[in-house]
């Protein structure tokens, strides 16, 4: 990221003297960062919409990601994490109208984490997205005439 100060272009983090608003660049910069997931992945199941109280709506759905690495041997390794998205509201709407299993989506959001008691009084700890924004790439589309 550059940023264009007294005729100049800075690349983000080349120069920590600069000042925004009175503080370091870097300080700026990194203020509004925090907390914020991006993930490019491929939806693993159809979204569950639920509608609550008072109209609220909320999506949840998994997301797999894939990492692709070469390990000692030369062979091509695949790893692939999974992910809980859980959008609230229009992104809700939006969600439960566009996206379906198999469709590659990009989503930025938060981290979350919360824990509950199950049936049997185990506490179990999840942790989530929260999607702030969802861009649907393509892929997995049902109604597609492809």
Do not use: C
């Not at 007294?6 to 509004?32: C, H, N, Q």
């Not at 994490?81 to 509201?89: D, F, R, S």
């Amino acid at each position: 990221m550059t940023k264009k100060r007294g005729g100049k272009f800075l690349t983000l983090f080349a120069d920590l003297s600069v000042l925004e608003d009175g503080r370091p660049l870097k300080l700026f910069i990194m203020s509004t960062l925090r907390n914020k997931v991006q993930l490019i992945g491929n939806v693993g199941q159809d979204p569950t919409i639920t509608d609550l109280d008072k109209g609220k709506r909320v999506a949840r759905f998994t997301m797999a990601t894939n990492e692709h690495y070469k390990n000692s041997e030369g062979e091509r390794v695949t790893n692939t994490e999974w992910h809980t998205i859980i959008a609230w509201g229009k992104l809700a709407d939006i969600i439960e109208g566009f996206v379906t299993k198999g469709k590659e989506v990009a989503i930025e959001g938060k981290l979350t984490s919360r824990s509950y008691e199950d049936k049997e009084g185990t506490k179990k700890y999840v942790t989530e997205v929260v999607a702030s924004e969802i861009l649907l790439l393509g892929g997995g589309d049902k109604n597609s005439t492809e």
